[in-house]
């Protein structure tokens, strides 16, 4: 079946610092891929998506390229801030099916 | 701009006591959504509604019913509540599950049961 894996956390890195939070996905055919995010005592928030091979989805400076051949959508951000810090979740969906849920990576940056 | 609305935000309940989470969308979606959250775990699915008037099981139904009962509401019940049930519950809506537009989160009901 479907699947989504993403790294474990917690990352914890200081302001400015470079941030990539690794996705792999199994999945049959083209699913659609979500970076979620949720802030502390809140509900999660799309924070990007793509919905074909090759597309970058983008928002807040972070970005993430869905890679077919690597079955891949790694977030990436060039400097953190503090006010990043939450759980980043990727997801994937497929056929307007429910989405499928990695574990969540908690990201603390300090500064 | 409400979005999703669930109530409560917190419960405790005892173990073999019922309750209903509610959740309520005032942006005219289609579909809409029940998951928990655990620690650990990710979002796992419970019940799903495609449509007013349709319900599908999710990843993790048993021991929850849903009631889509109009096309802003969709609640989720325990009828016997149990421990392993502590959790973290959202609710999230969408307007067509075809077009690729994303799910809309409220901001979750935190469940405890002793």
Same mark, same amino acid.
């Given at each position: 079946?479907? %699947? ?9 890195? %200081? ?42 989805? %983008? ?12 079955? %891949? ?10 006010s990043?810090s ?24 300090s500064? | 701009?409400? =979005? ?11 173990? =073999?006591?019922?309750?209903? *989470? ?17 620690? =650990? ?21 048993? =021991?929850?019913?849903?009631?889509? *009962? ?5 609640? *989720?019940? *325990? ?19 075809n ?16």
């Amino acid at each position: 079946g479907n %699947s989504v894996t993403q790294m474990e956390g917690p990352v914890t890195l %200081s302001e400015e610092a470079f941030l990539t939070i690794n996705c792999t996905y199994t999945a049959t055919g083209y699913p659609s891929l979500f970076w979620y995010v949720q802030y502390p005592g809140e509900g999660l928030q799309l924070l990007l998506k793509a919905t074909k091979a090759d597309d970058k989805g %983008s928002n807040k400076g972070f970005e993430a390229t869905y890679r077919k051949e690597t079955t %891949s959508f790694h977030l990436e951000k060039g400097s953190v801030q503090v006010s990043d810090s939450a759980v980043y979740f990727c997801a994937l969906e497929q056929a307007g099916t429910a989405l499928i849920f990695g574990k969540g990576t908690t990201l603390s940056v300090s500064s | 701009n409400a =979005g999703v609305t669930q109530t409560p935000k917190f419960q405790v309940l005892k173990t =073999g006591q019922s309750m209903t *989470l509610q959740c309520a969308q005032d942006m005219n979606h289609n579909s809409m959504y029940w998951y928990r959250q655990d620690p =650990g775990m990710g979002l796992r699915l419970i019940y799903y509604s495609a449509s007013e008037g349709t319900t599908d099981k999710g990843e993790v139904p048993n =021991g929850y019913n849903v009631s889509r *009962l109009n096309k802003r509401e969709f609640s *989720l019940r *325990l009828e016997s509540a149990a421990p392993s049930q502590t959790s973290v519950y959202f609710c999230a809506s969408r307007g067509d599950p075809n077009s690729n537009q994303p799910q809309h989160f409220g901001d979750g009901t935190r469940l405890s049961i002793l």
